[in-house]
């Protein structure tokens, strides 16, 4: 009996042995130099210093072992293994092949088809500095004559920015979206994570829905960085009118907007609005993000912007994030802003509940700014040109 016991435990023992070297060689093969493994990143450790250096896209060609955050999951991952092991008898074998199986598919959660399709579309739409501008769009948004219509037309109507839809990514949030996307823009791409909710119909502000949609946009923003690429996130219900560019420090790792601006566009007292959100590719901006992600289990029930307002302090103060806040005299919004089409480069439809009042209100201002550049210098120049208010949410 004891013989029994003894040649089963050998056998065990060699059917993880090897299970364990098969399932390394899987990882360290299957894991490119681009980093497939998202959810968890190397930055996030505490190990690293925080730099600005470019997060620079991996060449397979030149690059082929897996990289060094990869190996040390791996070998995280096989030394609870082998702890686990350890304490296994015959009868808890296959318990513990079933544990190593889900903990094995956990660890990465993207597939390699969905990255290189971003990466495919990221590399369509950079321009030379590999800066992308994004926006996201569902069914109801995405419609004819809705907020996707009214924001690419803003792109043609306004003074010398007609080029920057080239360099446009769309992100649809489920396939009604894609489809209507690609019958009016080049570059769309379907947000992996959104077949798992219904994100086609207009959300409740605040609902369960609206949180978990603009979370995964902060997921997939830190995923482009991760990928060597700066950003200009603008949410689909933003009318541009100039260059906003023109208004960004160099300087900065983030450029935010406002919903209300204090003076000092480097103050955290501001109050930032995600809206429209510039990022420069480096690995301490990475970490920012994972910071942000992680802080939305201390803050239940808020969204992104709620929770980086919460922890922008913090970033500025331990992580030496510049943050730029953007001066709505320039960038506006519907919750604070000039009534001057001389001093605007964007305005947002915050501060807006609905969709029929965003697009109401961002209809007509859209046709006051056609109005506006009819005009001469000498018009212009006679002091603020203001539009009709109020609105149903602009005042």
């Given at each position: 009996m004891g013989?029994?016991?003894?040649?089963?435990?050998?056998?065990?023992?060699?059917?993880?042995?090897?299970?364990?070297?098969?399932?390394?060689?899987?990882?360290?093969?299957?894991?490119?130099?681009?980093?497939?493994?998202?959810?968890?990143?190397?930055?996030?450790?505490?190990?690293?210093?925080?730099?600005?250096?470019?997060?620079?896209?991996?060449?397979?060609?030149?690059?082929?072992?897996?990289?060094?955050?990869?190996?040390?999951?791996?070998?995280?991952?096989?030394?609870?293994?082998?702890?686990?092991?350890?304490?296994?008898?015959?009868?808890?074998?296959?318990?513990?092949?079933?544990?190593?199986?889900v903990l094995g598919s956990s660890i990465q959660l993207g597939s390699p088809e969905q990255d290189e399709e971003l990466e495919?579309?990221?590399?369509?739409?950079?321009d030379e500095d590999r800066t992308v501008i994004m926006t996201s769009v569902n069914e109801a948004w995405a419609a004819e004559d809705s907020l996707l219509d009214l924001f690419l037309e803003s792109f043609r109507t306004g003074e010398k920015i007609s080029h920057f839809a080239s360099h446009l990514l769309v992100v649809a949030l489920d396939a009604g979206a894609l489809e209507r996307c690609r019958a009016v823009h080049p570059h769309c791409y379907l947000l992996p994570s959104a077949a798992?909710?219904?994100?086609?119909?207009?959300?409740?502000?605040?609902?369960?829905?609206?949180?978990?949609?603009?979370?995964?946009?902060?997921?997939?923003?830190?995923?482009?960085?991760?990928?060597?690429?700066?950003?200009?996130?603008?949410?689909?219900?933003?009318?541009?009118?100039?260059?906003?560019?023109?208004?960004?420090?160099?300087?900065?790792?983030?450029?935010?907007?406002?919903?209300?601006?204090?003076?000092?566009?480097?103050?955290?007292?501001?109050?930032?609005?995600?809206?429209?959100?510039?990022?420069?590719?480096?690995?301490?901006?990475?970490?920012?993000f994972e910071a942000w992600r992680a802080a939305r289990e201390a803050y239940p029930g808020k969204h992104e912007q709620q929770v980086l307002n919460e922890i922008k302090h913090e970033l500025v103060a331990t992580r030496g994030l510049r943050i730029q806040f953007l001066d709505t005299e320039h960038n506006a919004g519907f919750c604070n802003n000039t009534r001057d089409f001389n001093t605007l480069y964007t305005m947002h439809a915050n501060c807006c509940v609905g969709l029929?009042?965003?697009?109401?209100?961002?209809?007509?201002?859209?046709?006051?700014?056609?109005?506006?550049?009819?005009?001469?210098?000498?018009?212009?120049?006679?002091?603020?040109?203001?539009?009709?208010?109020?609105g149903i949410c602009i005042h």
């Open positions: 013989s029994q016991q003894n040649a089963l435990h050998q056998l065990v023992s060699f059917i993880l042995g090897a299970s364990a070297a098969a399932v390394l060689i899987f990882f360290l093969t299957s894991a490119s130099s681009g980093a497939r493994f998202t959810e968890i990143s190397s930055w996030a450790n505490g190990t690293t210093a925080f730099d600005d250096h470019p997060v620079q896209e991996a060449n397979p060609a030149t690059e082929p072992a897996a990289p060094a955050h990869t190996e040390a999951k791996v070998l995280n991952f096989f030394f609870l293994f082998s702890k686990a092991a350890t304490f296994v008898d015959s009868t808890g074998f296959w318990q513990l092949i079933g544990f190593y199986f495919r579309l990221l590399r369509a739409v950079a798992a909710r219904n994100l086609s119909d207009e959300k409740v502000y605040m609902s369960q829905d609206y949180l978990d949609l603009v979370w995964s946009k902060v997921r997939l923003q830190q995923r482009i960085l991760e990928l060597g690429y700066n950003f200009l996130f603008t949410d689909v219900d933003i009318l541009w009118f100039r260059n906003p560019f023109e208004r960004m420090s160099v300087a900065a790792h983030m450029v935010t907007s406002s919903d209300f601006f204090f003076g000092d566009p480097y103050s955290p007292m501001n109050l930032p609005n995600t809206g429209f959100l510039y990022v420069k590719s480096s690995k301490r901006t990475v970490g920012a029929g009042a965003k697009l109401n209100d961002l209809g007509n201002l859209l046709q006051e700014w056609r109005a506006y550049r009819q005009m001469d210098d000498e018009e212009r120049s006679r002091g603020p040109v203001r539009w009709k208010v109020p």
